[in-house]
């Protein structure tokens, strides 16, 4: 796959916040203002899915020593991480609805 970046304008485009006036030109010489994770996202996300596989299949490697049954079972503890992630992300949702506050609450 290739990189999609946003085209350098080589002419002026209308400034949206000001109708009527127009930004300047961008030009190659101004360089790229991207930053190395911007441009290497994709690289990031496929990493993180190896990483994750290593992970899980190194779950063959090792001797458990499991106080339940249901530990023994193959990529439980990642599993339960996602399960309990997912719960902890929903109960905040939840909880922002009994503790948000107006935008204006302090300057009252």
């Not at 946003?6 to 949206?16: F, H, L, R, S």
């Not at 899980?56 to 309990?84: A, N, Q, W």
Request: one cysteine or more; glycine letters at 8%; aromatic letters at 14%.
């Amino acid at each position: 796959m290739s990189e999609h970046h946003a085209p350098i304008p080589t002419e002026p485009v209308p400034n949206p916040e000001d109708p009527g006036t127009f930004v300047p030109v961008r030009t190659a010489a101004d360089g790229d203002q991207s930053t190395w994770f911007t441009r290497n996202v994709k690289g990031i996300v496929k990493a993180t899915y190896v990483l994750a596989a290593v992970l899980v299949l190194l779950d063959f490697t090792y001797g458990k020593h499991s106080h339940f049954e249901i530990e023994d079972i193959f990529g439980f503890y990642g599993f339960y991480g996602f399960v309990g992630c997912v719960t902890l992300v929903l109960l905040a949702k939840l909880l922002r609805k009994f503790v948000m506050r107006p935008e204006d609450y302090y300057d009252r």
